[in-house]
């Protein structure tokens, strides 16, 4: 309870008590994570259940338009799915789809930088060479030269069973440069100071003193950028399905919606882009101004 009370009481939350920026960031995002936690008890139909789907139901406008159905709040698609369900459902999937590619790239970016930081020489030359070649592409255009070439390799009647897997790996393999290159510069600094060099001195092995000692005191920049970069991957995702190459459409996630509204867009049906694009644009939006509050709250020459 007392480290509780301290929390309550720090710099830290002092800081986003007073930033009205951070509170409605963080509400919209528990907000969207209470939808997409809860979507199966929450959403009004279940838009993955073909057997409820009724035909005579689609392309229904919202339930404030003259022809809206109170039932579907938001319309209806195509197919007579609810709008508002596959809102929810779809970033359910999207969120699951960002978190492990996130969670992939910090592994392996973390891995690479304090391999780089702590032993220098050709290990970090050769390390940093790779970094320096993938930073030259764009992000997307990496997720999907991998995303081509893993549905090349995997036999096809693998394909439908593995493309969660395929395009979190293809997401988070194009993202880890930015990890690997912020922990190796803080690996760098820390990797001189005394606690280290007495670490060493005591007889503690490399590993050991890498992974206890000089990757706590590396966090906080990997926070920073672990926010910001779980947005641009929603966005990567999203940019996947939306050119046909990320998820199927049995499992939409919100690019997968937003390319499936495109083709009504200009005959009139607009809410079926429009309101996952919303959902999709104030998601990432909130989580990178989230980001950005972090970035200077844990800056100290910012205090």
């Not at 929390?7 to 209470?34: C, E, H, Q, T, W």
């Amino acid at each position: 309870m007392n480290g509780v009370a301290r929390f309550l009481d720090s710099d830290f939350v002092y800081g986003f008590k007073r930033s009205p920026v951070a509170i409605m960031s963080a509400l919209v995002v528990l907000l969207v994570l209470i939808g997409a936690v809860f979507a199966h008890y929450i959403s009004p139909h279940n838009p993955f259940d073909l057997a409820s789907l009724d035909l005579l139901d689609s392309l229904k406008p919202p339930f404030w338009s003259t022809d809206g159905d109170p039932s579907f709040p938001l319309g209806t698609d195509d197919q007579g799915r609810d709008v508002l369900s596959g809102i929810l459902y779809g970033t359910q999937i999207s969120l699951i789809v960002a978190v492990c590619a996130i969670a992939f790239s910090l592994t392996v970016g973390i891995t690479m930088g304090l391999l780089a930081g702590y032993f220098g020489g050709v290990v970090d030359a050769l390390l940093m060479r790779v970094v320096d070649i993938q930073l030259t592409f764009p992000s997307i255009l990496i997720a999907l030269l991998v995303d081509g070439i893993v549905r090349a390799v995997l036999p096809r009647d693998m394909q439908a069973a593995l493309e969660l897997y395929v395009i979190v790996f293809a997401i988070g393999i194009s993202r880890w440069p930015q990890f690997a290159r912020t922990v190796r510069g803080s690996t760098m600094v820390e990797r001189g100071r005394d606690y280290v060099m007495a670490a060493k001195v005591i007889g503690i092995s490399g590993p050991r003193i890498m992974l206890s000692h000089i990757l706590p005191n590396v966090l906080g920049p990997v926070l920073v950028i672990t926010t910001l970069n779980l947005g641009l991957a929603i966005l990567d995702e999203a940019t996947l399905s939306f050119l046909g190459v990320g998820l199927p459409p049995t499992q939409p996630s919100l690019g997968t919606l937003i390319r499936i509204g495109n083709n009504f867009l200009f005959s009139g049906e607009w809410w079926i882009a429009i309101f996952p694009g919303v959902t999709l644009a104030a998601m990432v939006l909130s989580i990178n101004l989230l980001g950005d509050w972090l970035r200077d709250a844990l800056n100290p020459r910012l205090r």
